[in-house]
């Protein structure tokens, strides 16, 4: 069984930083791409950023110069540093792992529970 657990989350006022951590645990073979989306009431979930195995990562237009997502291979973590956070960014942020569990032959996506971030003064 794979678990992602994450923490970090909370309220904080505008302008203010937060950092969200996530640890993939279980019968885990390889992890490829580890990430962070994120549901705002009213909305699909979206995109925040993911990071690729060998370093690799991307970000949602809306979060480029103030989100900062880095990983830690040796500890299946992933880990999202927040600044400058808007009231927009308001929502519950999940974790994503897409792995190949040691019971699979492919990969498939795994999800956190989901943690609350809410920006507000």
């Known amino acids: 069984q794979v678990q992602l657990v994450e923490s970090g989350g909370g309220l904080v006022q505008p302008g203010g930083s937060l950092r969200l951590s996530c640890t993939a645990s279980?019968?885990?073979?390889?992890?490829?791409?580890m990430g962070w989306y994120r549901q705002a009431p009213g909305h699909e979930r979206e995109l925040v950023a993911r990071?690729?195995?060998?370093?690799?990562?991307n970000y949602a237009d809306a979060v480029k110069g103030r989100f900062t997502i880095s990983r830690d291979n040796a500890k299946n973590s992933v880990f999202l540093q927040m600044a400058s956070l808007k009231p927009e960014d308001t929502a519950v942020y999940y974790c994503n792992a897409v792995l190949r569990s040691y019971l699979a032959t492919n990969l498939r996506d795994y999800w956190g529970q989901g943690t609350q971030v809410t920006v507000s003064s």
């Open positions: 990071t690729t195995s060998g370093g690799g990562t």
């Open positions: 279980g019968r885990i073979n390889s992890i490829s791409t």
